[in-house]
């Protein structure tokens, strides 16, 4: 290991318990997308106190922030996300339901960890960089917003990541691995349909049915299914349905669409179709609808670059090695799910060696926790999912990797994930991840060759230029 990266994973385990301190007062203090204060104030504070120049309010948006070090180029973001999931309160530690509050939040997708991750990884960077007095500068980005809001494609609108020589980031899952290929852009619109009320019964000729016009909406969207290509998506959710009296004539309801094409241009013309068959149920039931844009996504565009770089320093720092502690919350929790025993899906650019490693790494699967590396390019190339992460993509290299926090199998956005959120094992990738970020970093920085390359790369993936999902004049908005 080089002395470089030796000063950024010696100040790592140095001041490990900060961090995991961090992630867990995150943990105790779940908060929604876009209403992410608390947790905001608690960065921007660990921020200032770990010596970063701090900046809050980023492109307007009351929950973004940024803290930089350093002087001139390369300059290296480090993504941060740390909002919460609706109805996963949970107590720690628990292999049961047992919700702190009753409906209330959690983190069901480990954005605890993840920003405290982050976070120590631009620490460690900055300590490189006053060590060794080179030039460069890391800048952590507290990105809003992830769950639902768009945080960095509202960024990205703005143009903020391209002032980045490339971006980091990671996410907590069940297994390490680097992410790669591509995934699903997508478009969320509310439209909210108002029409007149009248007896059902007595003079149902004076009403106008706002939620006939929803149903027909989404006839119509139904009908439009036979007629997109196969990689379409269309979600929709009525989340005001007019009232529960069947003999009162519905003066509002209110649908939530979102639209997925793999490509984000493509998001954009299906999603002016939904609009056109809004316009048509507004027609037939002489209703009016206001369209609210919510947010939306680009896809990702991977960076086979800077992804072998991160490889490469995930096997050099290694998976970490668990207690009887972690093993024992992990054998439970496994007990309350029902866990994928079977291979990951082999990458298009995976070979047989390849193949046969994956074959023989995920007979770890039935074991409570993954506690191996993965080779590059064994996973999926396309994830049907959607994430604010590919809009940054689309302005500067960026790559990301997925380290272990909790057992294997455990589905995402569950209450199982909130359970082990302040576990051992829990911060033990937390820690990882914040040394394979800032080792990679500081190749980025030492390797101008790596990084002219990476930058090469990221200009032929986006030569046909970036289509942002935002539409102009939006601000984010939480739901």
């Given at each position: 290991?080089?002395?470089?990266?030796?000063i950024?994973?010696?100040y790592?385990?140095?001041?490990?318990?900060f961090?995991?301190?961090?992630?867990?007062?995150?943990?105790?203090?779940?908060?929604?997308?876009?209403?992410?204060?608390?947790?905001?104030?608690?960065?921007?504070?660990?921020?200032?106190e770990?010596?970063?120049?701090v900046?809050?309010?980023?492109?307007?948006?009351?929950?973004?922030?940024?803290?930089?070090?350093?002087?001139?180029?390369p300059?290296?973001?480090?993504?941060?996300?740390?909002?919460?999931?609706?109805?996963?309160?949970?107590?720690?530690?628990?292999?049961?339901?047992?919700?702190?509050?009753?409906?209330?939040?959690?983190?069901?997708?480990?954005?605890?960890?993840?920003?405290?991750?982050?976070?120590?990884?631009?620490?460690?960077v900055?300590?490189?960089?006053?060590?060794?007095?080179?030039?460069g500068?890391?800048?952590?980005?507290?990105?809003?917003?992830?769950e639902?809001?768009?945080?960095?494609?509202?960024?990205?609108?703005?143009?903020?990541?391209?002032?980045?020589?490339?971006a980091?980031?990671?996410?907590?899952?069940d297994?390490?691995?680097?992410?790669?290929?591509?995934n699903?852009?997508?478009?969320?619109?509310?439209?909210?349909?108002?029409?007149v009320?009248?007896?059902?019964?007595?003079?149902?000729?004076?009403?106008?049915?706002?939620?006939?016009a929803?149903?027909?909406?989404?006839i119509?969207?139904?009908?439009?299914?036979?007629?997109?290509?196969?990689?379409?998506?269309?979600?929709?959710?009525?989340?005001?349905?007019?009232?529960?009296?069947?003999?009162?004539?519905?003066?509002?309801?209110?649908?939530?669409?979102?639209?997925?094409?793999n490509?984000?241009a493509?998001?954009?013309?299906?999603?002016?179709?939904?609009?056109?068959?809004?316009?048509?149920?507004?027609?037939?039931?002489?209703?009016?609808?206001?369209?609210?844009?919510?947010?939306?996504?680009?896809?990702?565009?991977?960076?086979?670059?800077?992804?072998?770089?991160?490889?490469?320093?995930?096997?050099?720092?290694?998976?970490?090695?668990?207690?009887?502690?972690?093993?024992?919350?992990?054998?439970?929790?496994?007990?309350?799910?029902?866990?994928?025993?079977?291979p990951?899906?082999?990458?298009?650019?995976?070979?047989?060696?390849?193949?046969?490693?994956?074959?023989?790494?995920?007979?770890?699967?039935t074991?409570?926790?993954?506690?191996?590396?993965?080779?590059?390019?064994?996973?999926?190339?396309?994830?049907?999912?959607?994430?604010?992460?590919?809009?940054?993509?689309?302005?500067?290299?960026?790559?990301?990797?997925?380290?272990?926090?909790?057992?294997?199998?455990?589905?995402?956005?569950?209450?199982q994930?909130?359970?082990c959120g302040?576990?051992?094992?829990?911060?033990?990738?937390?820690?990882?991840?914040?040394?394979?970020?800032?080792?990679?970093?500081?190749?980025?920085?030492?390797?101008?060759?790596?990084?002219?390359?990476?930058?090469?790369?990221?200009?032929?993936?986006?030569?046909?230029?970036?289509?942002?999902?935002?539409?102009?004049?939006?601000?984010?908005?939480?739901?």
């Open positions: 290991m080089s002395q470089s990266k030796q950024a994973i010696e790592v385990n140095a001041r490990a318990d961090f995991c301190a961090l992630a867990d007062t995150i943990w105790a203090n779940p908060e929604l997308s876009l209403k992410e204060f608390g947790s905001t104030a608690s960065y921007c504070a660990a921020l200032r770990l010596g970063f120049a900046k809050e309010k980023l492109c307007g948006i009351d929950t973004a922030f940024c803290g930089s070090y350093g002087s001139g180029r300059v290296i973001g480090i993504l941060g996300e740390f909002d919460a999931l609706s109805g996963l309160s949970q107590k720690a530690g628990s292999a049961q339901p047992e919700p702190l509050i009753p409906g209330g939040c959690g983190h069901g997708c480990g954005h605890n960890l993840l920003g405290a991750g982050s976070l120590a990884a631009a620490a460690a900055k300590a490189y960089l006053e060590k060794t007095g080179r030039p500068t890391v800048i952590f980005y507290g990105c809003p917003g992830e639902g809001g768009s945080g960095k494609a509202f960024m990205a609108r703005e143009g903020l990541w391209k002032q980045l020589d490339a980091l980031s990671w996410h907590p899952a297994v390490n691995q680097v992410r790669t290929g591509t699903n852009s997508c478009i969320q619109v509310m439209y909210k349909f108002h029409g009320s009248a007896h059902a019964a007595g003079d149902p000729y004076n009403g106008r049915s706002a939620l006939d929803v149903e027909l909406m989404n119509g969207v139904q009908f439009l299914r036979e007629h997109t290509t196969d990689d379409c998506r269309i979600h929709y959710a009525i989340i005001d349905s007019g009232g529960v009296s069947p003999n009162v004539v519905q003066a509002h309801a209110t649908v939530l669409y979102m639209v997925r094409a490509k984000v493509d998001s954009v013309k299906l999603q002016e179709r939904v609009d056109k068959i809004a316009q048509g149920a507004a027609m037939m039931t002489d209703t009016r609808f206001d369209r609210v844009f919510i947010d939306g996504t680009a896809e990702l565009l991977p960076n086979y670059t800077i992804e072998k770089l991160l490889q490469a320093n995930m096997e050099l720092v290694g998976a970490p090695r668990y207690d009887e502690q972690d093993l024992a919350l992990a054998r439970a929790l496994r007990t309350t799910y029902e866990a994928e025993t079977d990951p899906g082999i990458g298009a650019k995976c070979d047989e060696q390849i193949a046969r490693q994956v074959r023989e790494l995920t007979e770890n699967m074991k409570p926790i993954n506690d191996f590396v993965m080779p590059l390019y064994s996973g999926n190339v396309f994830i049907p999912g959607s994430t604010d992460v590919g809009d940054v993509s689309w302005l500067t290299p960026t790559s990301q990797v997925d380290i272990v926090t909790w057992p294997a199998g455990l589905p995402h956005h569950s209450w994930v909130v359970s302040k576990s051992g094992l829990a911060h033990k990738g937390l820690l990882m991840a914040a040394k394979v970020l800032a080792a990679t970093a500081i190749d980025l920085m030492e390797k101008p060759e790596a990084l002219q390359a990476a930058r090469e790369e990221f200009a032929r993936r986006a030569a046909s230029g970036y289509v942002c999902p935002i539409e102009p004049g939006e601000e984010p908005k939480a739901i």
